[in-house]
């Protein structure tokens, strides 16, 4: 005698186990199950279009929002106004893959090696390290250097949301009178840290279009430009301050930010030469 595998619902939900009054669980949201329509193979592609349609309407509303409205999505999100919109971790976490995708080989999120041989804010003796680490290994200092920035390349885009907490409790510090907790403070940092990494990918390849392979001081001094008036935009809108009071602390933020970009740069990088 075969079993059936259609569970039986009993009027219960099949999730939580709570007692339901319609055809979704007041606990849970899970929906009642109706084995004749939501077996149905016109029910599977219709859950499927409207899976991926609804995915793909809250991406385009998002990106859109966090590149054309800065602070919109931390004001929506503060107010509690979250259903059209992708999370901020979402966002960030895409924002991510997609530049992981198309700029696998960038060295925007770590330090080349060179650089810190030259000077670092740590301290750390690159130039020796590299050394002992090829007479140690049996070969050349230019091999021990191409496989360290190989392997900063993957671990310092994986870490790089690090930096939200502790940018965010530099929010936290200049506008704690404006909201005294502490996520939407973080909120923020994440979708700045977000709308930075999509600059970067159309910042980037705006540059080699012109013919720059390498950033200089004029090339890095605008995009701190554009990120400033876009830190500005966002820090008035969310906290609804002053002209003035938000320009400077939208530099103070800015300060804060480069200083722990740099920090990270050549914190990812060190540690890849120390293991």
């Known amino acids: 005698m075969h079993q059936t595998i259609i569970p039986e619902q009993k009027n219960l939900c099949l999730t939580c186990g709570t007692k339901l009054k319609g055809n979704y669980c007041s606990h849970c949201g899970e929906k009642k199950l109706n084995?004749?329509?939501?077996?149905?193979?016109h029910k599977f592609i219709?859950?499927?279009?409207?899976?991926?349609?609804?995915?793909?309407?809250?991406?385009?509303?998002?990106?859109?929002?966090?590149?054309?409205?800065?602070?919109?999505?931390?004001?929506?999100?503060?107010h509690g106004r979250r259903m059209r919109?992708?999370?901020?971790?979402?966002?960030?976490?895409?924002?991510?893959v997609l530049f992981y995708f198309f700029f696998p080989k960038a060295s925007t999120f770590f330090a080349p090696v060179a650089q810190l041989q030259l000077n670092n804010r740590f301290g750390f003796n690159a130039t020796k390290v590299v050394q002992d680490k090829a007479t140690a290994?049996?070969?050349?200092?230019?091999?021990?250097?191409?496989?360290?920035?190989?392997?900063?390349?993957?671990?310092?885009?994986?870490y790089l949301f690090i930096l939200i907490p502790f940018w965010g409790l530099l929010f936290y510090l200049l506008?704690?009178?404006?909201?005294?907790?502490?996520?939407?403070?973080?909120?923020?940092?994440?979708?700045?840290?977000?709308?930075?990494?999509?600059?970067?990918?159309?910042?980037?390849p705006v540059m080699m279009l012109v013919g720059l392979k390498k950033f200089g001081d004029n090339e890095l001094i605008l995009?701190?430009?554009?990120?400033?008036?876009?830190?500005?935009?966002?820090i008035k809108r969310v906290y609804q301050?002053?002209?003035?009071?938000?320009?400077?602390?939208?530099?103070?933020?800015?300060?804060?930010?480069?200083?722990?970009?740099?920090?990270?740069?050549?914190?990812i990088t060190i540690w890849v030469l120390s293991t």
Not at 138 to 152: C, F, N, Q, Y
Not at 241 to 267: C, D, H, N, P, W
């Open 46 to 78: 219709e859950q499927s279009v409207d899976g991926f349609t609804h995915f793909d309407s809250k991406f385009l509303r998002s990106f859109r929002a966090l590149l054309f409205k800065p602070g919109l999505l931390t004001v929506e999100f503060i």
């Open 175 to 204: 506008f704690w009178r404006s909201n005294p907790f502490l996520v939407p403070h973080v909120i923020l940092a994440a979708h700045s840290l977000s709308f930075f990494i999509v600059l970067f990918m159309i910042y980037y």
């Open 137 to 158: 290994d049996s070969t050349t200092t230019h091999l021990i250097i191409k496989a360290a920035e190989t392997e900063a390349v993957h671990k310092s885009k994986a």
């Open 223 to 234: 995009m701190a430009v554009i990120f400033l008036t876009y830190l500005f935009f966002s």
């Open 241 to 267: 301050q002053s002209i003035f009071l938000s320009l400077v602390k939208s530099i103070l933020a800015l300060l804060a930010f480069m200083t722990l970009f740099a920090t990270y740069r050549e914190g």
């Open 35 to 41: 084995p004749t329509a939501d077996y149905s193979i």
């Open 85 to 96: 919109y992708m999370k901020p971790v979402q966002i960030f976490i895409i924002a991510s």
